[in-house]
Nanobody
Framework: QVQLVESGGGLVQAGGSLRLSCAAS????????MGWYRQAPGNQRELVAM???????NYADSVKGRFSISRDNAKNTVYLQMNSLKPDDTAVYFC??????????WGQGTQVTVSS
């Protein structure tokens, strides 16, 4: 298992930006992919963005062109840059690590609230 600690959530007005960080307790060599998911009240948890160890990325259609995922292997950290935020982006954002062993680890979540 790997422990994940998210940070960077908060309250922002529509059109604003936030950057989320997810720090892993172990080196990236043990992680095959990392991603961000979100869950709004009454909704299922959904994928926002994913980045593989090789640097390939995948985004939900709803955030393409607005969000960007990146990783800093030296810091064992993945980032989610969120621009042009909308009220519909309001949710708890969770970091997920897919380990090379096949196990998954989740962070505790960070709240993002976008006011109109």
């Amino acid at each position: 298992q790997v422990q994940l600690v998210e940070s960077g959530g908060g309250l922002v007005q529509a059109g604003g930006s936030l950057r989320l960080s997810c720090a892993a307790s172990r080196g990236m060599f043990s992680i095959s992919a990392m991603g961000w998911y979100r869950q709004a009240p009454g909704n299922q948890r959904e994928l926002v963005a994913m980045i593989t160890r090789g640097g390939n990325t995948n985004y939900a259609d709803s955030v393409k062109g607005r969000f960007s995922i990146s990783r800093d292997n030296a810091k064992n950290t993945v980032y989610l840059q969120m621009n042009s935020l909308k009220p519909d982006d309001t949710a708890v954002y969770f970091c997920k690590a897919e380990l090379v062993t096949g196990q998954n680890s989740w962070g505790q979540g960070t709240q993002v609230t976008v006011s109109s």
